[in-house]
């Protein structure tokens, strides 16, 4: 019997390009499994494990978790999974972690969603909440009846911290400074596919054609 292909892929973007929406709709139509570095960097410290004391120790001062504690949590997971297609999203997002993940992996395709910071800036900062309930709003799509307020209560709707034109503006600015050079990266080695546009309805064919054609190609490459 032939040896079954596993596909490894990153998906990159800046916070707002739609990326939690795309990895969505990859693993419903080829079956990876979604690994969010967040989300794991939040299970660990919750869990109170090793990786994690140390992880939340340096968020609780601070600082930025160092490339390698992140390498080793990201590296361990995916050992866990060696039979299993992957897709990774917040990883790598330094030269440093990418040359981590290269040493035990080889990087099939690295998805980058090119969305213009005018059109991240105007769906975040539309993004109003009702904070005891959780709802969110958003002012262009899907806003309130009445402007302000939440349906439901109609207390008032509130912007988080991190909507904020001033705070958007910043970290849009802090990922493009950080990820540029792991683009460039993987650019250099041939596996980075860019996807450009301002709607992720419109995106997704695109990464979705990709995806056949490259998923058809792996696979005939095993079998020859």
């Not at 994690?52 to 968020?59: A, D, F, N, T, Y």
């Not at 990774?88 to 990087?107: H, I, K, M, N």
Request: net charge neutral; hydrophobic share 35%.
């Amino acid at each position: 019997m032939a040896l079954r292909s596993i596909f490894r892929a990153v998906i990159m973007g800046p916070p707002g390009s739609g990326k939690g929406t795309v990895s969505a709709r990859i693993v419903k139509s080829f079956g990876p499994k979604h690994l969010s570095s967040g989300d794991l960097l939040r299970a660990n410290i919750t869990a109170k494990t090793e990786l994690g004391l140390l992880m939340k120790s340096c968020i609780d001062q601070g600082q930025l978790v160092p490339d390698d504690v992140i390498s080793r949590l990201i590296l361990r997971e995916l050992r866990a999974m060696e039979q299993t297609d992957w897709l990774l999203d917040g990883f790598p997002r330094t030269v440093s972690q990418a040359e981590a993940l290269d040493t035990v992996y080889c990087v099939d395709t690295v998805i980058n969603l090119d969305v213009p910071f005018q059109t991240i800036k105007q769906r975040l900062t539309s993004r109003w909440i009702h904070t005891p309930s959780g709802r969110v709003y958003n002012m262009d799509f899907n806003p309130p009846r009445v402007a302000g307020l939440d349906d439901d209560t109609g207390e008032a709707l509130v912007q988080r911290d991190d909507d904020t034109p001033e705070t958007v503006t910043r970290r849009l600015k802090a990922y493009e400074n950080l990820t540029e050079p792991v683009l460039e990266y993987y650019r250099s080695k041939g596996v980075l596919e860019t996807f450009s546009g301002t709607e992720t309805n419109k995106i997704w064919p695109h990464i979705q054609v990709f995806l056949n054609e490259k998923l058809s190609t792996m696979k005939q490459k095993v079998v020859a």
